[in-house]
């Protein structure tokens, strides 16, 4: 046995899954099956998987299925997704290894290899350039694609993060993705800062794609602008352009309403639940935040 505790719930998971210790076992074993010397583990930033440094490598562990939060489906879809992003030429780790341990859960992995920090607003980064780059892939990889991935858009865990909000706002937001038919295409996901690498040389790479699928492209959008009003303002200056801002306004209130974190976005980014009781109101909001940012 590698892994002795005890994962029967997302409780369980949360309690381990940044534990160097506990993994380290697995890990050695799964250098081992790679021919690799095991340089030992590093804390990365903490996601939902259990990522790990090693050396020169990202070791990804990803969440078992008792852990209510991962399993096949999040693996199939990262590989899936980081094969795409070397097909399109969109900067992102290459998978060097893969493969599953079979022990007290099914742990399923990847070995990755990549070397940068994630973009940080008390550095000296060029932000704009920054800003253009991380548009340019985005258009490059959200672009239609076949099927590959049956999770719901809309999860239960999802929908109830919107109880924050007046019954009046959530009658209107069920209204308007009723009649709102979009086309779906691929997306990351979950693109915030925290998954985006910048290399020594200024490039900008994109990892954890364990939560791409098919969606509309406003879904990506919204997230990433709204990430970006925390940020220094030439970010969202270099993302979005010359782009009108009622435009983009209207385009951040649909992705938003669609978001698994829309809610949670909202809250964080734009303003107090408490404060919007119509779609109009939130509009309103984001397009003051947008032009703030300019």
């Known amino acids: 046995m590698l892994f002795h505790e005890t994962i029967a719930n997302l409780a369980d998971w949360g309690r381990v899954f940044q534990n160097r210790a506990l993994f380290e076992p697995l890990a050695r074993e799964i250098f081992s099956q790679c021919k690799l010397p095991f340089p030992g583990l590093e804390r990365c930033l903490p996601g939902s998987n259990a990522v790990f440094g090693a050396g020169p490598y990202i070791l990804k562990i990803f969440a078992p299925e008792q852990s209510q939060i991962g399993g096949e489906a999040e693996?199939?879809?990262?590989?899936?997704?980081?094969?795409?992003?070397?097909?399109?030429?969109?900067?992102?780790?290459?998978?060097?290894?893969?493969?599953?341990?079979?022990?007290?859960?099914v742990f399923r992995w990847l070995l990755e290899r990549i070397a940068g920090h994630p973009p940080r607003a008390d550095g000296d980064a060029d932000w704009e350039t920054l800003g253009r780059q991380l548009r340019t892939h985005v258009e490059r990889l959200d672009t239609p694609c076949a099927p590959f991935d049956d999770r719901p858009l809309r999860r239960p865990l999802a929908e109830a993060r919107w109880?924050?909000?007046?019954?009046?706002?959530?009658?209107?937001?069920?209204?308007?993705?009723?009649?709102?038919?979009?086309?779906?295409v691929f997306v990351h996901g979950d693109l915030n800062a925290d998954n985006l690498l910048v290399t020594p040389e200024g490039k900008l790479y994109l990892i954890d794609f364990a939560d791409c699928r098919r969606a509309p492209v406003e879904t990506e959008l919204?997230?990433?602008?709204?990430?970006?009003?925390?940020?220094?303002?030439?970010?969202?200056?270099?993302?979005?352009?010359?782009?009108?801002?009622?435009?983009?306004?209207?385009?951040?209130?649909?992705?938003?309403l669609l978001h698994?974190?829309?809610?949670?976005?909202?809250?964080?980014?734009?303003?107090?639940?408490?404060?919007?009781?119509?779609l109009g109101e939130l509009a309103e909001h984001l397009l003051r935040c947008l032009k703030r940012k300019k």
Request: glycine share 8%; with cysteine.
């Open 75 to 105: 693996f199939a879809a990262e590989t899936y997704g980081l094969r795409r992003a070397e097909e399109l030429g969109v900067p992102a780790p290459r998978i060097l290894a893969s493969g599953t341990v079979h022990d007290r859960c």
């Open 163 to 184: 109880e924050l909000f007046s019954e009046t706002f959530r009658r209107e937001r069920e209204a308007f993705l009723e009649r709102w038919h979009p086309e779906h």
């Open 222 to 256: 919204a997230a990433l602008v709204c990430d970006g009003f925390a940020l220094p303002p030439q970010w969202n200056r270099g993302f979005l352009g010359e782009e009108d801002p009622q435009r983009t306004a209207a385009s951040l209130v649909a992705g938003l």
């Open 260 to 278: 698994d974190y829309g809610a949670w976005i909202i809250r964080d980014r734009v303003a107090p639940p408490q404060n919007l009781h119509t």
